[in-house]
């Protein structure tokens, strides 16, 4: 009598050594290769950005006719933006061939320069933006009116 | 404090809970079922087969509880086998030379039963779609399942399923007893 293809079928995996799983080659690494390619992406679509933000900013301010604040504004952005693709080429040079501990271990070190440059950088690019924002409504066209908007009337005391 | 980032990556994505062991190596069956469905040689399984693993890990964070793990795996499985095997065809169409005669395919002896190697060249005979579906009845899985899983209609699967059949029981014909 003819097998239906049901009892082929369970008769065949009756036998365990039938489903050994073959051995995964190098998932881990890949794993971490993977993890690393969704940050840098994350990465360069921030630094994009920051170069179309700076950009925009600089054409908006000085349609808003504050100057001033749109250059601090844009050479603040554009340092950041330098900066952070130099950032970015240093972690394109992590070598893909270094065994997964290695790679990550590579990227981790690569993270804590980043953030250690950046907060480094941001001491002086906060109060620069400030600085430049307060100028550029100081020296505006209709300074008076945005100062008096801000602060309040000038006091006799002035 | 020295490696906090390092650990942070490690434990939340690779080392602390292995993925593979917890959410992998339960349901290798159907996926082992399934690979060799779609390769006629040991290489190209292991390839199939480590290529699923990683885009189930992947994909993890997609999964919806709406379905159960397994039907998220065994669709994972079968759409990554169905988009291998065009990969491979258009490849092969692509590299194609017309000077070399067409070699028949390599045959997998994967299994020490017989009548399964014989089954398994009936069912690498069969559409793409069609392996995936004839593998998931043989796996029990309901009607419905299956339609989930290969992103069918559940009424048409009854029927796609007795047509198979009976292609499998001509391709068979006489070979097994």
Known sequence: MEKSIEQIWKAGFLDSKALISPKVNDLYTRKSEHIIEKFKRMFRF??????????????????????????TFFITLAVVFIVNKRELDDLEKVDKCL???????????WMKDQVSMNARMAKFYYPFIFLGASMGLWFSVHGPWQYEFLFGPPTSDW | ?????????????????????????????????????????QEDFEDYYQEVCLQIWKSRNNFKEASAWSTWVYRISLNVCLTLLKKHKR???????????????EETRAFDDEALNLLYQAIRQLSEIDRGVILLYLEEKSYQEIADITGTNANNIGVRVNRIKEKLRKLLDGKIN
Do not use: Q
């Open chain 1, 46 to 71: 921030n630094l994009k950005a920051i170069a179309v933000g700076g950009i925009m900013g600089l054409g908006g301010l000085f349609m808003l006719k504050l100057p001033i604040t749109g250059i």
């Open chain 1, 99 to 109: 065994s997964s501990y290695d790679y990550l271990k590579s990227f981790d070190n």
């Open chain 2, 1 to 41: 404090m020295g490696r906090s980032g390092l650990w942070i990556i490690s434990s939340r994505h690779l080392l602390s809970s292995d993925f593979y062991t917890a959410f992998i190596l339960p349901y290798a069956g159907i996926i082992i079922k399934l690979c060799r469905a779609y390769t006629n040689s």
């Open chain 2, 91 to 105: 490849a092969k169409e692509h590299f194609a030379s017309d000077y070399l005669p067409d070699l028949p395919a």
